[in-house]
């Protein structure tokens, strides 16, 4: 029979004790950190894509889309392709989430490939 130790930590806590314990190696940090079972002989197995996951979702990055789905549409994903027009849409997951709104304008900033866009602030307009 298998069974988990301690419960693990998350959010703040777990933050916490991953900055405490900087100098140990990844495995080690998820044991401290109550991702691991203990399973026949007293072998301990740590979970550290449950720790990996944790530690994302600690930092606001959740990685299970299953929450938002609603049924409609496509699920976001970070691919995008150009469409035959040559227009890239975003998406309004991706708007909502950085908050931005109907009418936000940006100066698009060219790099060796990738773009930029720089939100421009409503009083450079005024000046």
Request: net charge neutral; hydrophobic share 30%; aromatic share 6%.
């Amino acid at each position: 029979m298998i069974e988990t130790a301690t419960a693990p930590l998350t959010g703040k806590a777990l933050l916490q004790k991953f900055k405490e314990l900087s100098d140990l190696p990844r495995r080690e940090k998820a044991k401290r950190c109550g991702y691991y079972t203990t399973g026949k002989n007293n072998q301990t197995r740590v979970n550290l894509a449950d720790f990996l996951k944790a530690l994302l979702e600690a930092k606001g990055t959740m990685l299970d889309a299953e929450g938002s789905k609603d049924g409609r549409g496509r699920e976001p994903t970070y691919r995008v392709s150009v469409h035959q027009n040559g227009q890239i849409v975003i998406g309004s997951t991706y708007t909502q989430k950085m908050g931005l709104n109907a009418g936000d304008e940006f100066e698009i900033k060219l790099g060796y490939k990738h773009i930029q866009l720089v939100k421009l602030d409503q009083d450079d307009d005024e000046e």
